[in-house]
């Protein structure tokens, strides 16, 4: 059976997390392998972001994730080192599932965002590539 490359951008997809709605609220609840496609190992979230500021500016080598703006909003810059997508993120019941080997940018945040984070593994820094040349090599893209 062939090797699936996971590090391109088509990999990474927004995934709809289950919503019970009610007048008194709605709620969102996120189970291991159930609604997201790995086994959440690290939970993190991004607040008070100051207006113009920028997150993430890296990508892991394995390491998923599932971003959920949970308040707010924000838009994720997603590269490949072949292609780009922009992904706006504004709705809490809406995840962005990125697979390792991707190059990420957090921006445009919203006054008061929150930015929930899961994460497949817990925090290794030698997971992290945070030099965009150095993760074009990793890819296999000469520069």
Same mark, same amino acid.
């Given at each position: 059976?062939?090797?699936?490359?996971?590090?391109?951008?088509?990999?990474?997809?927004?995934?709809?997390?289950?919503?019970?709605?009610?007048?008194?609220?709605?709620?969102?609840?996120?189970?291991?392998?159930?609604?997201?496609?790995?086994?959440?190992?690290?939970?993190?979230?991004?607040?008070?972001?100051?207006?113009?500021?920028?997150?993430?500016?890296?990508?892991?080598?394995?390491?998923?994730? &599932? $971003?959920?703006?949970? /308040? %707010? +909003?924000?838009?994720?810059? !997603?590269?490949?080192?072949?292609?780009?997508?922009?992904?706006?993120?504004?709705?809490?019941?809406?995840?962005?599932?990125?697979?390792?080997?991707?190059?990420?940018? &957090? $921006?445009?945040?919203? /006054? %008061? +965002?929150?930015?929930?984070? !899961?994460?497949?593994?817990?925090?290794?820094?030698?997971?992290?590539?945070?030099?965009?040349?150095?993760?074009?090599?990793?890819?296999?893209?000469?520069?």
């Amino acid at each position: 059976m062939a090797e699936i490359n996971l590090n391109k951008i088509d990999n990474c997809k927004l995934i709809n997390l289950p919503r019970v709605e009610n007048i008194a609220g709605n709620l969102t609840s996120i189970e291991n392998q159930i609604t997201t496609p790995f086994d959440i190992k690290r939970v993190y979230y991004l607040y008070d972001v100051p207006g113009g500021s920028e997150r993430g500016g890296h990508a892991h080598k394995e390491l998923q994730q &599932l $971003i959920i703006a949970v /308040s %707010g +909003a924000l838009d994720v810059e !997603l590269d490949d080192g072949n292609n780009n997508k922009l992904v706006r993120l504004d709705r809490p019941y809406l995840g962005l599932h990125i697979v390792g080997g991707i190059w990420r940018e &957090l $921006i445009n945040f919203s /006054s %008061g +965002a929150i930015s929930l984070v !899961l994460a497949s593994q817990k925090f290794d820094e030698k997971d992290y590539i945070r030099n965009y040349e150095e993760f074009l090599l990793e890819n296999g893209i000469n520069i």
